[in-house]
């Protein structure tokens, strides 16, 4: 991804998709467990799948604080599960009126 500011002043994004979106029957490995469940917060954004994002939470200690940036797949809604799991979301304008 890559992001520019134009003289405007409005975010410009330009994304080369497909790498995100390449799990299939995706299982977290060792390391990413091991980095997940010692931290205190986790940002997930909507750029991987969301079974990707509930997988993470579910290994998340309990105390710990999950946000969740909305863009990226921003046209599909939020599964009840995830969203569940979240103690906040942070949209933009635009995906805040999807939402």
């Known amino acids: 991804m890559i992001l520019s500011v134009p003289s405007t002043g409005d975010n410009s994004i330009?994304?080369?998709?497909?790498?995100?979106?390449?799990?299939?029957?995706?299982?977290?490995?060792?390391?990413?467990?091991?980095?997940?469940?010692?931290?205190?917060?986790?940002?997930?954004?909507r750029e991987i799948p969301d079974d990707v994002n509930l997988l993470a939470t579910k290994v998340l200690k309990s105390d710990?604080?999950?946000?969740?940036?909305?863009?990226g797949n921003n046209k599909s809604q939020l599964p009840d599960e995830l969203l569940q799991r979240l103690d906040?979301?942070?949209?933009?304008?635009?995906?805040?009126?999807?939402?």
């Not at 490995?29 to 997940?36: G, R, V």
């Not at 906040?88 to 939402?99: A, F, R």
């Open 88 to 99: 906040y979301i942070s949209p933009n304008e635009t995906e805040l009126k999807i939402l």
């Open 64 to 71: 710990a604080i999950t946000f969740l940036d909305v863009g």
């Open 14 to 45: 330009i994304i080369i998709g497909g790498a995100n979106q390449a799990y299939e029957n995706f299982e977290l490995p060792d390391a990413w467990k091991h980095a997940i469940e010692n931290a205190d917060v986790l940002l997930m954004q």
